[in-house]
């Protein structure tokens, strides 16, 4: 699968430091705050007062971040860069998609109790860079994404879209992800259309897509029976690398709210899994008055708007361990490894040779005491002289030695083996692992 900038041009970026609708040349740090409307919108004031997200960590699978932005100082892990090795809380020069993303999740400001700058709706998260070059055709996120589960990421966070085929080890990863309880949420795209984007199609993958400040569905927000949530997308005010400050549009920024919101809940709710957590988000999301009364999911709402207070405050059942994502099948469940191939079926390998082991050295002790007790019978014959009937008795010509089985010859059968006692190989490493 190939990684597109897709998600950071189309709807068209602003020039950092314009206000959100005016025409100055330079915007001060709290003119930034104040632009960012979907905080106001969320009602972040009252949200932070029960949850800010702290103790949880968000993985950004993205451009690496820019740990030193003032708004962002403290709360980026230094993560790793899959562009060189190094670590991912330095800037990639012009790129600063993955600091953009961070800081909508847990940007915590600057300046006297944090009120200017660029905040994020889970300002006590903490930010996992996992930088990965976006322009690379051949890339995979598969490796990236089971780095950041084994690092401790609660949420992973995948701004960015391609239309080519999920490649099997990508789907393993997010198979990964989900049996170590990670909940992976991805943009739908900005083409507007309703053919599949991916990641954000591959089952299991929380599919978000934007809305505007009328919490209309965005024009260019891609869709189809996948999108399960809505978040703001149009006009979202955060950090940059080059200048201080970007503005733009796209899912790429809703994706980066709904991670935010997630971690929100997983902070206040840590007993409950990551399907469970996306059925909170689910239940408690809103829809335009005309959407009400809809079948749900709808292609292009999903089940629709993020509304984090509510998602925070409401008595919910926890319900269903996977919410509104699909089961994982048996196979699926396993992280590599586990029984299904890997180290498991070396260790299924292992335990049947035992047992083939066991079965022949049982045999090999039989013959042994049939052995010994021919020889005594021998023994004893020829003291007490031949038996009536002569040597070959009832038996005939070699009855004697008839009571001695042999090992099976090669045209005779071998002990059975149950069907499947020997795993399969371990197959062979897909393409672009």
């Known amino acids: 699968m190939s990684f597109t900038r897709t998600l950071r041009v189309v709807g068209g970026a602003v020039v950092a430091g314009v206000l959100l609708f005016g025409t100055a040349p330079v915007a001060s740090a709290d003119q930034i705050r104040h632009s960012q409307w979907p905080l106001r919108s969320f009602g972040a004031d009252d949200i932070w007062k029960v949850s800010t997200g702290k103790g949880v960590t968000v993985a950004v699978i993205d451009d ?30 012009k790129n600063e998609h993955g600091t953009a993303m961070a800081s909508l999740i847990a940007g915590h400001g600057h300046g006297p109790g944090g009120s200017k700058g660029v905040k994020g709706l889970a300002p006590d998260a903490k930010i996992l860079p996992v930088g990965i070059d976006l322009g690379d055709a051949e ?67 929380l599919a978000v897509g934007a809305v505007d400040i009328d919490l209309k569905v965005w024009k260019f927000s891609s869709y189809g029976p996948h999108i399960k949530l809505l978040a703001p997308g149009v006009h979202i005010r955060s950090a940059g690398v080059e200048t201080p400050y970007r503005l733009a549009n796209g899912t790429s920024d809703s994706t980066a709210y709904v991670s935010a919101a997630a971690a929100l809940l997983r902070s206040k709710f840590p007993d409950l899994t990551a399907g469970q957590i996306a059925n909170r988000l689910v239940k408690t999301a809103g829809l335009p008055d005309d959407m009400k009364g809809k079948k749900l999911p709808d292609p292009r709402y999903g089940y629709g708007f993020i509304k984090p207070r509510k998602a925070l405050t409401v008595d919910i059942p926890p319900g269903s361990k ?58 004893k ?53």
């Open 381 to 433: 014959n020829r003291r007490n002289g031949p038996p009536p009937g002569g040597l070959g008795g009832s038996g005939g010509p070699g009855a004697h030695g008839g009571l001695m089985p042999q090992p099976p010859g090669p045209h005779q059968q071998q002990p059975s083996i149950a069907p499947g006692s020997y795993p399969p190989a371990p197959p062979t490493q897909p393409p672009g692992w």
């Open 139 to 205: 890339g995979s996120y598969a490796e990236p994404l089971r780095y950041a589960v084994d690092h401790g990421a609660k949420i992973v966070n995948m701004s960015f879209e391609d239309y080519q085929d999920t490649s099997p080890a990508e789907k393993a990863a997010v198979d990964y992800a989900r049996k170590h309880d990670v909940l992976v949420v991805a943009s739908s795209g900005n083409t507007g259309s309703d053919i599949p984007r991916l990641p954000a199609a591959v089952p299991g993958v």
């Open 64 to 93: 690496p971040v820019d740990g030193s932005h003032p708004d962002l100082k403290g709360n980026v892990l230094p993560g790793k860069s899959f562009l060189d090795g190094g670590t991912a809380d330095r800037p990639d020069g």
């Open 322 to 379: 996977n919410g509104p994502l699909p089961a994982l099948t048996d196979d699926s469940s396993k992280a590599p490894g586990e029984e299904t191939n890997g180290r498991g079926a070396e260790q299924g390998f292992k335990g049947n040779a035992s047992a083939i082991i066991g079965i022949v050295g049982g045999v090999v002790g039989l013959l042994v005491v049939i052995l010994v007790v021919v020889l005594i019978v021998k023994k």
